[in-house]
């Protein structure tokens, strides 16, 4: 029987966190923020294994600070990161195997819960390609070269994408493939299985699972803790 894989992807340097560290080992509640994105897919059942991918120089601390020191048993390989992220993702997806499902998420993501776990495997069983996000709740214009507004959008009709995205496995390990050889540059997963016409279905995310990329974020993710008393 085929395994269900996670891919916590954790090897960008984060500079706009503007601290010393990568930004998933800065510490919230205790523990870091990496502690709390893997520790989701690892208490779920339905998620088999976990591949991490880390900066290549911090691959050992990843062993020993957060693998090891909290058990996370389902952990089975932590590569090495690529020039960008689209390289990352593939160098985990080349180690997947016998994998069905395939949910590839931020490291940077802690909130992520296990409701938006098992839909992202059902609607990748059923689709093949998937990714959980929200409606934004700002209203959404185009900018101009001049700097002048010159089209608001129907904000019920966009989307802001978060991660896990997930999707059957040969499906996009088949459209990395083909895109590592045509060296085309994307910013996320979904870019990549749409660039050969596959269609990604979009279902309901949090607005609590957001990315931490800010020192803003950290304060926003400090205050979701209290609220919710996220383990």
Known sequence: MKSNYAVIVAAGK?????MPINKQFIC?????????SI???????IVDKIVLVCAEDEIEY???EIVKKYDFNKVVKIVSGGKERQDSVFNALKVLENCNVVLIHDGARPFVTDRIIEDGIKYSNMYGACACGVVPKDTIKIKGKEGFSYKTLERKELFTVQTPQCFNYDLIYDCHKKLANNKVQ???DTTVAEYFGNRVYLYEGSYDNIKITTPEDLIIAENI???H???
């Open 28 to 36: 919230i509640q205790g523990k870091p923020i990496l502690y709390y």
């Open 225 to 227: 803790f209290k609220i």
């Open 229 to 231: 008393k996220y383990i």
């Open 186 to 188: 994307v910013t996320d």
């Open 62 to 64: 990843c062993k020993q």
């Open 14 to 18: 984060g500079k706009r966190m503007k």
């Open 39 to 45: 520790s989701v897919f690892s208490k779920n059942p």
